[in-house]
């Protein structure tokens, strides 16, 4: 399938996980990529994996989605190379693990600030720069939904993803874009396993209930193509019905 020939996708944290799954099935279906990740050494050393797949050009760009101007410079720097950004995939997010009353604002200022604001950041500026038929597919999560101890700051986060993908529905549809959610469960991820709680035993995953980032990647291409052409402002679970269970 060539569903992204001659489009342009900018996936955040795709330096690993589900950021590098989904950077590599958009290249699959013709995508040039834009790997904004902190650490350009790392994407770097990845994007063999993504030619691999097929994408037909790859630019990676040094991106802490906590700072506007480095969020700005990645969106124009497309821009720049190849005249279009037509998908936004905003990807990275980070986690702490700490009691609510152990919590500090720094804490939670770092959290929000990569998890939310970076989301919101490249909705702007992408807003800003997108020409019609151009999207947005926030990557959230089942603990925007339904929680566990610990995790206050990014339950919070993936929550307002949720409401910031509704409101980038909303003011996008006049200007021709779209915005949705994804809402993945439990994803066969360092970021899965090496959290307190799993190690601990505190929250327990079936085995069954464990996806793969590829899942992920696979709901991205869906709703960033024109196959989701009427679908803006969703919110898609894909978490092997672990939600439905809880």
């Given at each position: 399938m060539?569903?992204?020939?001659?489009?342009?996708a900018?996936?955040?944290?795709a330096?690993g996980?589900i950021?590098?799954a989904i950077?590599?099935r958009?290249?699959?279906?013709?995508?040039?990529?834009v790997?904004?990740?902190r650490?350009?050494d790392?994407?770097?050393?990845l994007?063999?994996e993504i030619?691999k797949?097929?994408a037909?050009?790859?630019?990676?760009?040094q991106c802490?989605v906590?700072i506007?101007e480095q969020?700005e410079a990645?969106?124009q720097?497309?821009?720049d190379?190849?005249?279009?950004?037509?998908?936004?995939?905003?990807n990275?997010?980070l986690?702490?693990f700490?009691?609510i009353?152990d919590?500090?604002t720094?804490?939670w200022n770092?959290?929000?600030?990569?998890d939310l604001?970076?989301a919101f950041?490249?909705t702007?500026?992408?807003?800003r720069?997108m020409k019609?038929g151009g999207?947005?597919?926030?990557?959230?999560?089942v603990?925007?939904v339904?929680t566990?101890?610990?995790?206050?700051p990014?339950?919070?986060?993936?929550?307002?993803?949720?409401s910031?993908?509704?409101?980038?529905?909303?003011?996008?549809?006049?200007?021709?874009?779209?915005a949705n959610?994804i809402l993945p469960?439990?994803?066969?991820t360092?970021?899965?396993?090496?959290?307190?709680?799993?190690?601990s035993?505190?929250e327990?995953i079936?085995?069954?209930?464990?996806g793969?980032p590829?899942?992920?990647?696979?709901?991205?291409?869906?709703?960033?193509?024109d196959d989701g052409a009427?679908?803006?402002?969703?919110?898609l679970d894909v978490?092997?019905?672990?939600?439905?269970?809880?």
């Amino acid at each position: 399938m060539t569903r992204f020939q001659d489009r342009v996708a900018i996936v955040t944290g795709a330096g690993g996980g589900i950021g590098l799954a989904i950077a590599k099935r958009l290249g699959s279906e013709g995508a040039r990529i834009v790997m904004a990740d902190r650490s350009t050494d790392k994407a770097k050393a990845l994007t063999p994996e993504i030619e691999k797949e097929g994408a037909p050009d790859i630019w990676v760009s040094q991106c802490d989605v906590s700072i506007e101007e480095q969020v700005e410079a990645t969106v124009q720097g497309a821009m720049d190379r190849w005249g279009r950004v037509d998908l936004v995939v905003n990807n990275a997010g980070l986690m702490t693990f700490k009691a609510i009353e152990d919590l500090t604002t720094e804490d939670w200022n770092k959290v929000l600030g990569v998890d939310l604001l970076g989301a919101f950041y490249f909705t702007k500026h992408a807003f800003r720069r997108m020409k019609p038929g151009g999207n947005i597919v926030n990557i959230a999560s089942v603990h925007a939904v339904m929680t566990s101890p610990l995790v206050a700051p990014y339950a919070a986060a993936k929550a307002a993803v949720l409401s910031l993908t509704r409101t980038s529905s909303i003011e996008g549809k006049p200007k021709g874009f779209r915005a949705n959610a994804i809402l993945p469960g439990a994803i066969d991820t360092p970021m899965l396993w090496e959290n307190p709680n799993i190690k601990s035993g505190a929250e327990k995953i079936d085995k069954s209930d464990v996806g793969r980032p590829e899942d992920i990647a696979a709901a991205v291409a869906f709703l960033g193509s024109d196959d989701g052409a009427f679908v803006t402002g969703a919110a898609l679970d894909v978490d092997g019905g672990r939600l439905a269970k809880l």
